[in-house]
């Protein structure tokens, strides 16, 4: 079994996944009823293929993610087109991915639905960058 990375696997098509995962499941469905009558079986082979079902899973979650994202920021732009202060220069400005949570003091006065609209739109447009890195996993 070859050792796939999961930039190889964020390279296929959605459906080439799902074939792959099918493919996988059914890999380790045999092993473990070949393990279960006594045949011998590697166990190396079951974690890498666990593991390979979690990748893959990962990737189309992660794509999943991607679409609400999307249509989330699509929703929440044109409502938080009347936002004033603070809330309308986090709107505007290119986010950080980074992995706190987007956090603003407003002003009982500042407290309007363009300004929640907008800040909901900075936390979704920092999660989205936070998925559009190379690497999800790197930290920096």
């Known amino acids: ?16 996944l799902l074939d792959q995962l099918a493919l ?15 045949e011998a079986v590697k166990p190396h082979e079951k974690k890498a293929s666990r593991r390979l079902i979690a990748r893959i899973e990962t990737v189309l979650r992660e794509r999943g993610l991607r679409k609400q994202l999307d249509a989330k920021i699509q929703t929440l732009a044109p409502k938080a087109e009347g936002a004033t202060g603070l809330a309308a220069k986090m709107a505007q400005r290119e ?5 706190g949570r987007v956090r603003v003091r407003v002003r009982a ?4 639905a363009p300004n929640r609209a907008a800040v909901r739109l900075a936390e979704a447009k920092r999660l989205k960058a936070c998925l559009d890195r190379e690497d999800p996993g790197e930290t920096k």
């Open 109 to 112: 006065a500042d407290r309007s």
């Open 95 to 99: 986010p950080r991915p980074h992995l």
């Open 24 to 38: 996988e499941k059914k890999n380790l469905f045999d092993a473990t009823l070949r393990g279960s009558s006594g």
């Open 1 to 16: 079994m070859a050792n796939v990375n999961a930039k190889d696997l964020r390279e296929k098509t959605d459906q080439e």
